[in-house]
């Protein structure tokens, strides 16, 4: 969940750090701050944002070759100077930053307290910096030595930096459940939660993997395993672009992000659809079609959008390849007993490919036997690493903590991962097929005519951003866009906002219908056409203010809302990849006229990778 950036080389640390944890800041922005090694060990830590520690450190001696820094989603302890990261130990000779969560740290904490070490702060994180100075005074060993026996008494999820005023010229950083990525350049290395802070300075990583304790001296990288095990350092080319995590010119990276949609789509579909050989391929599933061919059921597991984009897939495999699906949030599957066979698959989709409670459920899955397909944004992540197979969703970065291209990008490659299934299983006709493949192939022009309703949106935001709730309806695959419309309200403007299929209004959700409330219906012309007319009837029965996203052309609609927007028509089984843009720029300009962070909206980050 937080940010987590190092350097040691030949440049400036403190100006790499920095401008590392701005590029970081989407993961955490409770409080940041830095720890710079030259001759004294000095930790310079701030509430807020980034700017706020700039600001703090300006006349502070920030000249080092060797330094850390952290910016922050608080977990235990709220967010203030003193529980900002980096933390010191006792003897302030250690310093360390961290990502995760000790799930046993009162414990330890009542034990060195016995031992004499004194705690300034509510952090898990300050009992793991004074577990290390604690071993490392007992053993009389050294301060990797320390690192590695402090991993063994510690439970839970971690990425770590340690920093020792005894060992000038030296990193150690260590992970488990929590990503951390190392950058090597020339006679320099980087640190990071992601690529993002380091893609300017090289685009040679190593991905530092569970258990393992990564050591930087003397121009060297040394990694191990828990138990001191030597391992091979694997580097990879990263394929990202500089300007793919700058805002480009947009106010907002979730509006630039939410414009890219009809690259990422199109990038998701290639060397995957293939119109003109009338082909689609995706190695994943080919590697293991006859577990396709042979499923018993399909659960798939995720968390926020990404379970909304595995609701719209239950649609789209059910419908297509005749498999029945289920859909679970990955934080109840993982603490059910979820009954489990070698033929079932599960599918789990993460943006970030770092979701915790999404990883643990693949984990919980694989121990019992069944095959896991993964789909996720982010190369080397630790769910790319831990299925069976899988497929990447080519959207590029997205630094938005609310995600939009990223939704799309996962409903493109689940409709073709669909597609492909239903075809081999003999549910989808070769016709049928091929009609889809042309559809899906125009998605990204349409897409493109979707957002030229931008303006139009605008105008209907003014009217509705002192609105203190909406309601948000759909059918069939358009329940899901419901869904994920409601919650882009919600966490960008702080508006109440929940999604229903529309049948289920009645029996509830109705009661809140008044002059007062904002209704959005999904009502484009498909199977269900015609009953979710007679819902915003129901609606407008009861004064409630129609906000309708219809497909272009429609005429019985229109005269019953208060707000029409028209949409490309496409087939139903693509709506969604239409149909979610405008919902996503009403979210968007409610939020900018109510003041709100777009980017870094209150109490969220990007990837939760802590319970």
């Known amino acids: 969940m937080c940010g987590i950036v190092a350097y040691i080389g030949h440049r400036e640390a403190c100006p790499v750090i920095l401008k590392g944890l701005r590029r970081l800041e989407y993961r955490g922005y409770d409080s940041a701050g830095v720890a710079l090694l030259n001759g004294q060990l000095n930790v310079y830590k701030k509430k807020g944002k980034v700017a706020d520690l700039e600001a703090f450190i300006a006349d502070k001696d920030i000249h080092a070759h060797v ?18 990261h980096p933390h010191y130990s006792t003897s302030e000779r250690i310093a360390i930053i961290h990502n995760g ?18 705690f300034h702060s509510d952090t898990d994180t300050e009992v ?14 050294t301060l990797e030595e320390a690192v590695r026996l402090a991993l063994h008494e510690v439970v839970g999820a971690y990425a770590i930096v340690v920093l020792s005023k005894d060992a000038p010229d030296q990193l150690i950083a260590a992970r488990k459940g929590s990503p951390l990525v190392i950058g090597v350049g020339e006679g320099e290395f980087f640190l990071a939660s992601d690529a993002t802070p380091i893609i300017e300075y090289t685009n040679e990583v190593v991905y530092v993997n569970d258990y393992e304790i990564a050591v930087i001296r003397n ?11 030597v391992q091979t350092p694997y580097i990879q080319k ?23 949609q009809p690259k990422s789509i199109l990038d998701s579909m290639r060397g995957r659809l293939e119109l003109e050989a009338g082909h ?9 079609e006859q577990k396709f061919m042979n499923a018993h059921r399909i659960i798939i597991v995720a968390c926020g959008t990404s379970w909304h984009a595995g609701l719209v897939a239950e649609y789209l495999i059910e419908d297509l390849a005749r498999i029945p699906v289920e859909v679970e949030y990955a934080s109840e599957f993982r603490y059910r007993n979820p009954v489990l066979s070698e033929r079932d698959i599960v599918i789990a989709i993460s943006q970030s490919g770092e979701t915790a409670d999404t990883l643990a459920a693949l984990e919980l899955a694989k121990s019992k036997g069944a095959t896991i397909f993964g789909i996720c944004n982010v190369v080397g992540s630790s769910i790319a690493r831990a299925t069976d197979a899988g497929a990447y969703t080519h959207a590029g970065p997205e630094i938005g903590v609310a995600s939009t291209k990223a939704f799309t990008a996962q409903v493109t490659v689940l409709t073709i991962l669909a597609m492909i299934v239903g075809h081999r299983r003999g549910t989808l006709s070769d016709v049928k097929l091929r ?39 759909g059918r069939g695959y358009n329940f899901p866009v419901a869904l994920e419309g409601a919650l882009k309200l919600k966490e960008i403007s702080y508006i109440h906002a929940e ?70 028509h496409t087939s139903e089984v693509l709506m969604p990849l239409v149909s979610v843009v405008p919902l996503q720029l009403l979210s968007y300009h409610i939020a900018v006229l109510r003041g709100c962070n777009v980017d870094q909206p209150r109490n969220l980050a990007k990837s939760v990778t802590v319970e």
């Open 499 to 568: 999604g229903y299929p529309a049948a289920e209004m009645k029996h509830g959700p109705i009661a809140l219908i008044d002059e007062n409330m904002p209704v959005v219906v999904i009502a484009t012309r498909d199977s269900s056409y015609e009953k979710i007319v007679s819902n915003i009837q129901e609606v407008k029965a009861r004064k409630g203010r129609i906000i309708a996203v219809v497909s272009e052309g429609d005429t019985t609609i229109p005269p019953m809302a208060e707000f029409v927007v028209e949409v490309p």
């Open 435 to 473: 009609e889809l493949m042309v559809e899906l192939y125009t998605i990204p022009q349409k897409v493109e005519k979707a957002l030229e309703l931008d303006t139009e949106i605008q105008q209907i935001a003014e009217i509705f951003k002192d609105a203190t709730n909406f309601l948000y309806l």
């Open 128 to 141: 793991f910096v004074n577990l290390i100075e604690e071993i490392q005074k007992q053993n009389h060993c």
């Open 67 to 84: 330094g850390m820094g952290h910016t922050r989603w608080a977990t235990h302890g709220e967010p203030n100077d003193v529980n900002a």
């Open 101 to 118: 969560i000790i799930e046993n740290y009162a414990a330890l904490k009542k034990h060195l307290q016995q031992q004499g070490h004194e």
């Open 238 to 260: 990263l394929e990202m672009e500089l300007d793919s995590i700058e805002k480009g010119g947009y106010e907002h990276f979730m509006l630039k992000e939410i414009f890219e």
């Open 219 to 229: 121009g060297k990288l040394d990694i191990r395993t828990k138990e001191d095990v």
């Open 280 to 288: 689609l391929n995706m190695g994943g599933v080919r590697a293991f």
